[in-house]
Each structure stands twice: as structure tokens, then as C-alpha cells.
């Protein structure tokens, strides 16, 4: 993780110094500075920081993880990091597209922030490889004390897909859909969106919701909880990867929209199954009533 500190080479009123594993860069105007020409205090500094960010990752307050994402996302489109763009390119994600999220970098995890609207409500970090080696760190984390989140890029998009990653959302994005996941994986999503209120919308209306998560347990286990939910869903299938954004990465972004209709057009469509309302329960439990006489589809 970046460590800001006072730069000593210019008076600085704001910490302006961002420390990284290889070198230094001052926002304040001194630019790149090599870790040797730092005061030995700084490079002992930098050194503690950077063994804490392989071992635990980010430990910011989240209220400072907010004011450091225009710089982080600077270091990657214009700094330090911008070679690393070729990462996110191989991954569909060019350019515009990482200014558009406001991706960043902070010198060894690349940055998702979570918005709405314009305000930051949270990150998501995902370990870059050229510079953490797997046994350095999970691949994603979350800043300690950060709750689980709704990532949504595109609310204003059609239709609402549940992905079950933020690359995923962000591809799907730039098709125009409005795809939503959560910032702690499959096993939360379900839950988020019940708690969003998401669920609760579709059950009223009846409709579809479309479903892109991966291809494998924990992706199906989302589809089967939706279903239990009294959710209808149409599960979208592909060939060629475990998840959506590995195979729109695969092809040229002007086969995007046809894939996405396609995937559309013959996803798999399932019923909700039956639930039984809270009230039901008790009656059923102090009456002794059927339970299933009072059942309601979604």
C-alpha cells in the first residue's frame, strides 16, 4: 500500500511523498525520486510499509483511502504505473475505460473504487502480479472495517446482470448494461442484493433477472439461491472461460453487444421457486396449519 509523507525536498504543508516498493514519487511537484536519494529514516520507512502490504495488504482508515484514490489513479494513468495499463488492456479494459472507473494503482495493487454518483464509498484491491507473487497476498482484499458493497458502474444501464466480480461489472459496463456484484465475492451477493432492496423489486414485478456469474460451484450456488429467493432468473451461458469478462476479453470489443444479446436471447430461464411469507411460519408453527396453504410465487 502507499505511504504519503512529507517530502523533504520541498516545503511541503500536505504530505505530498508517496512511498513504494521501488522508488518514491512527490506529487508536489518533485516527481520521481530513487528510494537512495531518500533521508535513511524514509527508506526505513518504506521498507516497514512495504513488508506490511505483502503480508496484510491495505490498512489505511477507510476516511484516507478516499482522498488517496485521484492520486492512485494518477500513479496508473499518468505516473508511475501507467505500464500497467497493458494488464487491464489484455482484460478489455483500455484506457478510457480505467479513467471512466477511476482505476488506480498504489504501487503494487491495482485500485477499484466503488462510487456513486461521484462520491467514493469505498475500494477494492486486486494484487498486481508483476509485482506480488501469489504467496504475497490474496488476490482481492478489502480495507479492514470496510463493509460489504454494492459495486454497480452503470445504474442507469440495461438490463440489471448479477456478475459475480468487479471486471465482470465493469465489462459488461461498457456494453451498457446495469451489472451489479458485491465487493466480497459469491457467497455475500445474494444477501447484498436482498439488502439493496434488488430482489425485493423483482419479486414485485415478476420479472427476469439475469444472471452472469461464473461457471462453477459458487456460481451456480448463486443462481440456486436466487431461485429460492422468489426470483425468476435467466442464466446466461458461454463458452471459451469460467467467467463473462474472461471471454469478452477474448474478442474484439466489437463482438461484445452480439455475445451479450446472444447470451440474452438463450439464456437458460427458470422459475422462482415457491416461499413461504414470515406470517405463514408463525401461523403455521402456533396453529399447526399446512404451511403450504399459504404459499405465494414470487
Same mark, same amino acid.
Given at each position: 500500500?502507499?505511504?504519503?509523507?512529507?517530502?523533504?525536498?520541498?516545503?511541503?504543508?500536505?504530505?505530498?511523498?508517496?512511498?513504494?516498493?521501488?522508488?518514491?514519487?512527490?506529487?508536489?511537484? $518533485?516527481?520521481?525520486?530513487?528510494?537512495?536519494?531518500?533521508?535513511?529514516?524514509?527508506?526505513?520507512?518504506?521498507?516497514?510499509?512495504?513488508?506490511?502490504?505483502?503480508?496484510?495488504?491495505?490498512?489505511?482508515?477507510?476516511?484516507?483511502?478516499?482522498?488517496?484514490?485521484?492520486?492512485?489513479?494518477?500513479?496508473?494513468?499518468?505516473?508511475?504505473?501507467?505500464?500497467?495499463?497493458?494488464?487491464?488492456?489484455?482484460?478489455?479494459?483500455?484506457?478510457?475505460?480505467?479513467?471512466?472507473?477511476?482505476?488506480?494503482?498504489?504501487?503494487?495493487?491495482?485500485?477499484?473504487?466503488?462510487?456513486?454518483?461521484?462520491?467514493?464509498?469505498?475500494?477494492?484491491?486486486?494484487?498486481?502480479?508483476?509485482?506480488?507473487?501469489?504467496?504475497?497476498?490474496?488476490? !482481492?482484499?478489502?480495507?479492514?472495517?470496510?463493509?460489504?458493497?454494492? !459495486?454497480?458502474?452503470?445504474?442507469?444501464?440495461?438490463?440489471?446482470?448479477?456478475?459475480?466480480?468487479?471486471?465482470?461489472?465493469?465489462?459488461?459496463?461498457?456494453?451498457? $448494461?446495469?451489472?451489479?456484484?458485491?465487493?466480497?465475492?459469491?457467497?455475500?451477493?445474494?444477501?447484498?442484493?436482498?439488502?439493496?432492496?434488488?430482489?425485493?423489486? !423483482?419479486?414485485?414485478?415478476?420479472?427476469?433477472?439475469?444472471?452472469?456469474?461464473?461457471?462453477?460451484?459458487?456460481?451456480?450456488?448463486?443462481?440456486?439461491?436466487?431461485?429460492?429467493?422468489?426470483?425468476?432468473?435467466?442464466?446466461?451461458?458461454?463458452?471459451?472461460?469460467?467467467?463473462?469478462?474472461?471471454?469478452?476479453?477474448?474478442?474484439?470489443?466489437?463482438?461484445?453487444?452480439?455475445?451479450?444479446?446472444?447470451?440474452?436471447?438463450?439464456?437458460?430461464?427458470?422459475?422462482?421457486?415457491?416461499?413461504?411469507?414470515?406470517?405463514?411460519?408463525?401461523?403455521?408453527?402456533?396453529?399447526?396449519?399446512?404451511?403450504?396453504?399459504?404459499?405465494?410465487?414470487?
Amino acid at each position: 500500500m502507499v505511504v504519503l509523507v512529507h517530502c523533504p525536498f520541498h516545503d511541503d504543508s500536505t504530505p505530498s511523498l508517496a512511498l513504494y516498493p521501488d522508488h518514491a514519487f512527490c506529487y508536489g511537484g $518533485c516527481g520521481w525520486i530513487e528510494l537512495e536519494q531518500l533521508p535513511e529514516e524514509l527508506r526505513r520507512l518504506a521498507e516497514r510499509q512495504v513488508q506490511t502490504q505483502h503480508r496484510c495488504g491495505c490498512q489505511h482508515p477507510p476516511e484516507r483511502l478516499l482522498t488517496l484514490v485521484d492520486p492512485w489513479a494518477w500513479n496508473l494513468l499518468e505516473g508511475p504505473r501507467r505500464h500497467r495499463l497493458a494488464w487491464l488492456e489484455a482484460r478489455g479494459i483500455d484506457a478510457a475505460a480505467a479513467r471512466r472507473f477511476r482505476l488506480g494503482h498504489t504501487g503494487a495493487w491495482f485500485v477499484i473504487p466503488v462510487l456513486q454518483g461521484n462520491q467514493v464509498l469505498g475500494v477494492r484491491f486486486r494484487r498486481d502480479p508483476y509485482y506480488l507473487d501469489e504467496d504475497q497476498g490474496p488476490r !482481492y482484499r478489502n480495507p479492514k472495517g470496510q463493509p460489504v458493497l454494492l !459495486y454497480r458502474p452503470n445504474p442507469g444501464g440495461w438490463p440489471l446482470v448479477v456478475t459475480e466480480g468487479e471486471f465482470d461489472a465493469m465489462l459488461l459496463c461498457l456494453v451498457g $448494461c446495469d451489472a451489479v456484484t458485491a465487493t466480497a465475492g459469491a457467497g455475500s451477493l445474494v444477501g447484498l442484493l436482498e439488502r439493496e432492496g434488488i430482489l425485493e423489486q !423483482y419479486r414485485r414485478s415478476g420479472a427476469t433477472l439475469h444472471v452472469a456469474t461464473d461457471q462453477d460451484a459458487a456460481g451456480e450456488g448463486v443462481v440456486e439461491q436466487l431461485l429460492g429467493r422468489g426470483v425468476g432468473v435467466c442464466r446466461w451461458r458461454w463458452d471459451g472461460g469460467k467467467d463473462v469478462s474472461e471471454v469478452l476479453a477474448g474478442v474484439p470489443r466489437s463482438e461484445w453487444p452480439v455475445l451479450v444479446r446472444r447470451w440474452m436471447r438463450e439464456g437458460a430461464v427458470k422459475a422462482p421457486r415457491q416461499r413461504v411469507s414470515a406470517g405463514v411460519r408463525r401461523s403455521a408453527l402456533e396453529g399447526g396449519a399446512d404451511a403450504r396453504g399459504g404459499m405465494v410465487a414470487g
